[in-house]
């Protein structure tokens, strides 16, 4: 079973958090000295390493295998605040016009997951008033706009390079939300033994879990019609209004008008990139039998048409959602994508495509929802679901992770393609070294060829043309 240790800055005394609340488990120190205290030799691949100090950085080579938590913990609480502000405004968690009637939260995040939702006055003081978090600490809040405030926080964090810690969340009348301020780890001490104990519940469950189960991944990649102008065709033309069904439409709000101008594919999921590809091809078929114009021109990628960004979002199921699977999928999916997308994809960012951009799915998978549509050709897709798949099942052996690198993350952003290639042939070597590669080469390399020659897709584009279908 696997395992949580608390690292408080020694190599020779981490703590081994008991996840069984029958023992007995007191978290902290005693004399300066964690109790329990064990070296960092017992911490087993697999394991996880919580990183609860902010007075050193903690050297993650030690524990091979192992996933180590708030490994930027002590980088970002050394962070000037101007420098944090510009790491968010980058990622759109801040900026903008001021949010009028505004009122503060204080989110309190673990692991992605929210364990404290308070509502502070100006000063940072909790008001009085009832629970946020209704039920256990990890229950998002039912309220929408609260939801939009914890998404916020745990957005705000990750982009800190964090996974644990608190953030000040803004939230408008008219419901927009920007950070205030972040931090790594909490500041009421009190809590921590409870919220160390839930992790390494959560932790030692999902690593028992995973064993026996399948890994599937699915997809809802989206497309646009454009007429000979260069205008959108609204999809719902052709399949009307709303969500139901394998193909059908996704919303916009453009003023107070609900829009629905997008095309979205929702493919059975499957085990294997040539399988998934093979239902989205079944679904464009289906789709062309509904869409009588000829002369509309079916487009894809990152931003097509000017000010319209699509999506390529990926399903995984059986594999846990982790803050390092997320990185994973950022620094072998969306970083590669990135390097092959259109010019003009970089419009997209970062309103759409914010690295870490993920929702939890009610079949118990999560969807990240960072990467363009793929669609642009079956070469696409398919690399982008076997890195997906390659990063769920190898997500203990690739140490390599770009996607923390203030440089790689920088260039993302700015689409400067020069500065992101830089990761990519050690990124490449990771997934060779893989015992999972073999079985996604075919799939994988000649998008990692394309990045390399500069290669981009062309979105003006018609992507029946790649798929081979009739038009």
């Given at each position: ?23 007995k ?25 919580l ?107 990750y ?94 709000l ?49 931003m ?39 010019p ?17 799915q ?13 669609l ?19 997500e ?27 990761c ?20 994988i390399?000649?998008?990692?060829d ?22």
């Open positions: 079973m696997a395992s949580t240790w608390v690292w408080r800055g020694s190599y020779d005394r981490l703590e081994k958090v008991e996840a069984n609340r029958e023992k488990h007191l978290s902290g120190e005693r004399n300066g000295q964690p109790l329990h205290a064990e070296s960092w030799t017992e911490v087993k691949p697999g394991d996880a390493v990183a609860w100090t902010q007075n050193r950085s903690i050297d993650a080579n030690r524990f091979k295998g192992a996933w180590v938590l708030n490994l930027k913990g002590h980088h970002a609480s050394s962070l000037p605040y101007a420098e944090k502000e510009r790491i968010w405004r980058r990622a759109g968690l801040s900026g903008g016009s001021p949010l009028d009637s505004e009122r503060l939260f204080r989110v309190c995040i673990i692991h992605l997951e929210p364990v404290e939702l308070q509502r502070i006055d100006a000063s940072g003081k909790a008001m009085q008033g009832k629970p946020l978090l209704q039920g256990n600490a990890g229950a998002w809040p039912d309220d929408p706009a609260l939801r939009r405030v914890v998404r916020t926080a745990v957005a705000a964090l982009a800190l390079g964090l996974d644990i810690g608190e953030a000040e969340v803004g939230l408008g009348g008219d419901g927009r939300t920007a950070v205030r301020d972040a931090w790594p780890m909490l500041r009421d001490t009190r809590q921590e033994a409870a919220v160390l104990r839930r992790f390494a519940a959560w932790h030692a469950a999902a690593g028992a879990g995973a064993v026996d189960r399948q890994l599937l991944i699915g997809a809802d990649p989206e497309f646009v019609l454009v007429t000979p102008e260069g205008k959108i065709a609204s999809a719902s033309r052709f399949f009307g209004a709303g969500v139901g069904g394998a193909a059908g439409t996704d919303a916009l453009v003023g107070r008008r609900l829009l629905y101008p997008v095309a979205e594919l929702r493919p059975e999921p499957a085990e294997d990139p040539a399988a998934l590809a093979a239902n989205v091809r079944r679904l464009l078929l289906r789709a062309a039998e509904r869409i009588s114009d000829p002369a509309l021109r079916w487009a894809a990628g990152a097509p048409v000017p000010g319209l960004a699509l999506g390529g979002h990926i399903h995984l199921s059986g594999a846990p959602l982790t803050s390092r699977l997320l990185r994973l999928l950022d620094s072998y999916a969306a970083f590669p994508l990135a390097l092959v997308e259109d003009a994809g970089r419009a997209r960012r970062p309103r759409y495509g914010m690295l870490g951009d993920f929702r939890l009610p079949h118990g998978g999560f969807e990240y929802r960072t990467l363009p549509s793929w642009v050709s079956p070469a696409a897709a398919k690399a982008a679901f076997a890195l997906a798949l390659l990063c769920a099942r190898e203990h052996n690739l140490t390599y992770i770009p996607a923390l690198d203030e440089r790689y993350m920088e260039a993302y952003y700015s689409g400067d393609r020069t500065e992101l290639a830089g990519l042939d050690q990124a490449a070597g990771q997934l060779g070294a893989t015992t999972s590669y073999a079985a996604y080469a075919s799939y390399e000649p998008l990692l394309a990045a390399r020659r500069g290669m981009t897709w062309d979105e003006s584009a018609d992507l029946r043309v790649k798929w081979r279908m009739p038009h």
